[in-house]
């Protein structure tokens, strides 16, 4: 955080990938700010992330770069570009394909913040 508590600074170095295939930069989670957190994530082309659910939070994938298909659920799959923005309820299982031949860049906005031991991986 910059000097004036402001500006959060994001270390693009600190991406990492996650087991279910999607690499994670945080760019927002502080315990003391429990009700939002952000995170972007990037999937390479041609990579589905994993079934996964997260409990007790609402997750939201405003689209910044590529294209996906989205899975939510029960819903019907759907096409997503720049500018989209997906709403997944707490506890529907949802993943993401990047059909595309560059990377998926979205960033997931969560409420309450993005916590691990809310995470549940179906496969």
Do not use: K
Request: aromatic content about 8%.
């Amino acid at each position: 955080m910059s000097a004036a508590g402001l500006v959060w600074r994001v270390d693009v170095a600190r991406e990492f990938l996650t087991p279910e295939r999607c690499h994670m930069l945080e760019a927002y989670n502080a315990p003391t700010d429990p009700w939002l957190s952000i995170a972007r994530a990037r999937v390479e082309p041609n990579v589905t992330t994993a079934w996964h659910v997260l409990e007790r939070t609402i997750e939201r994938y405003i689209i910044a770069e590529g294209r996906g298909r989205v899975e939510i659920g029960d819903f019907p799959a759907a096409d997503v570009g720049p500018g989209d923005v997906v709403i997944i309820p707490e506890g529907a299982r949802q993943r993401i394909t990047n059909p595309g031949s560059v990377d998926l860049i979205f960033y997931c906005v969560c409420t309450p913040r993005f916590q691990t031991q809310n995470y549940r991986s179906l496969e």
